[in-house]
Each structure stands twice: as C-alpha cells, then as structure tokens.
C-alpha cells in the first residue's frame, strides 16, 4: 500500500528544486551561446585553433609551401 498524502516541506523542495534546475538551464545556455558566438565570430575553424596564445611551429604555414 502506498501512502500518497504529500506533506508541506515536499512541496516547498520540489519549488525549490525547480528553481535550482532553472538556474543551471539559464547557465548553461549562457555559456553554450558564447561558445557559438565565439566560433561563429572566427569564422574560419583554422583561426580557432590557432587562439590558443601558445606558439606551435606546425600550424604556422612555411615558404615555399602552398
């Protein structure tokens, strides 16, 4: 037999919960959204990779190579 009376506290938790869970959605569509204005600002994926602030001598086209 199961008791379905649902006592006052667990309807506040479940506002509660809610709530939280909203907060976290709304975050992590901010972060999610930057992120694909960032790309999309780049443009070129090449141009991404390279945002990086570290030198990488193989991603840096040589002469006489093209």
Do not use: C, W, Y
Request: glycine fraction near 10%.
């Amino acid at each position: 037999m199961m008791i379905k009376v649902e006592h006052e506290i667990h309807t506040r938790r479940r506002g509660r919960n809610i709530g939280v869970g909203l907060l976290l959605l709304g975050f992590i569509t901010i972060v999610f959204g930057l992120t694909v204005v960032k790309v999309l600002e780049l443009g070129n994926a090449r141009q991404f990779e390279t945002f990086d602030h570290v030198a990488r001598p193989q991603i840096i086209p040589q002469e006489g190579t093209q």
